[in-house]
């Protein structure tokens, strides 16, 4: 769901860059405070691995494809919203300046969606899940709703943008991120939080490391 | 830095540059969602032109053309960045120990 350039006039855009940038500022706060140097070795790995696998497009039906966004497990390992804004920052300003996906202009909005509403959808999602269900369909599901609720969200800002008509807009985004935020956001942050749970548990921040009930 | 820590980043980085590698071998070219949503429904007279020319558009080094293996070479040279700019930043904003 990378936004190109045109798609939102200039004066949106700055706006959605204002936004990110109050962010960024509680996100530097937060590290300073809580980011731990052995937490920075996951971090680092999960953004070379967001980007490779942002690269890999799944084919879904209707002849479209997507790819995972990522920010929502990156979220619930480091143990922090603002650790999934930190990451797809990285990725997405890479993304927009060294591939040309995703315009420069569109770079605040593209941050807002995927780096602020992914991450925080998905860490709060996971924590409220995780008080009903145990912890693995908790993650699947707050993956899930990391990529698909950002992609509603997409709709009705290129609606107020004047680019999609809203209720159409609504209907393909929203039915094909549905199918990725399944297939690809779902299954791969599942396998990837199974994983990293198997090998480093104590990478995995104390506040959503996996509990006993799960395995 | 311990050394299971260091196996970690090399795994991690490893699985990384697989999936690079592999990826434009077994990405689908289909648009994406959000292509695929505006090639139905954009509003006449909008256009996505790129405001600036970015050095590898659409994942390939221009130079060696449009070819899997040139996308790879270029996924992998975007995880080396992506990597180590990630690394710097949280290491640079981490939390320093009050002693």
């Known amino acids: 769901m990378h936004i190109p350039d045109g798609f939102i006039p200039l004066w949106q855009c700055i706006i959605y860059y204002i936004i990110i940038i109050v962010v960024g500022y509680f996100a530097v706060r937060w590290a300073k405070t809580n980011l731990q140097e052995k937490q920075i070795p996951l971090l680092a790995v999960l953004a070379a691995g967001i980007f490779a696998i942002q690269a890999m497009n799944i084919p879904i039906p209707w002849g479209t494809s997507g790819h995972m966004v990522g920010a929502a497990i990156v979220a619930i390992l480091i143990g ?6 930190l990451v797809l920052a990285v990725v997405l300003i890479i993304q927009g300046l060294v591939f040309g996906d995703g ?3 569109a770079l605040g909005i593209n941050i807002f969606n995927m780096g602020v509403l992914g991450s925080f959808i998905g860490f709060y999602g996971f924590k409220g899940l995780r008080s009903f269900i145990s912890d693995i369909p908790a993650v699947f599901i707050a993956c899930f709703l990391g990529v698909a609720i950002p992609a509603v969200a997409a709709a ?8 999609f008509p809203l209720i159409t807009g609504l209907y393909f985004m929203g039915i094909y991120h549905i199918i990725i935020g399944i297939v690809g956001e779902g299954v791969i ?9 198997q090998v480093r548990p104590d990478l995995i921040a104390l506040g959503t490391r996996v509990s006993n009930k799960s395995f | ?7 970690f980043i090399i795994v991690g980085l490893v699985v990384a540059v ?4 592999l990826a434009p071998f077994l990405a689908s070219s ?3 969602g959000l292509e695929s949503t ?4 954009l509003n006449p007279g909008v256009s996505d032109e790129a405001v600036v020319q970015s050095p590898m558009p659409d994942y390939i080094i221009p130079a060696l053309g449009e070819d899997p293996i040139s996308g790879s070479i270029a996924i992998v040279i975007g995880v080396i960045i992506v990597f180590v700019g990630a690394y710097a930043l949280a290491f640079f904003l981490r939390k320093r120990d009050s002693s």
Not at chain 1, 189 to 197: E, K
Not at chain 2, 1 to 7: A, D, L
Not at chain 2, 38 to 41: L, P, S, V
């Open chain 1, 156 to 163: 009705i800002e290129l609606w107020v943008a004047g680019t």
């Open chain 2, 1 to 7: 830095m311990e050394t299971r820590t260091k196996q």
């Open chain 2, 38 to 41: 505006a090639e139905k429904i």
């Open chain 1, 103 to 105: 315009g420069i202009t």
């Open chain 2, 30 to 32: 289909n648009p994406d």
């Open chain 1, 189 to 197: 942050s599942t396998i990837v939080y199974v994983a990293i749970s």
């Open chain 2, 18 to 21: 697989v999936i690079a590698i």
């Open chain 1, 80 to 85: 922090s919203p603002f650790a999934g804004f």
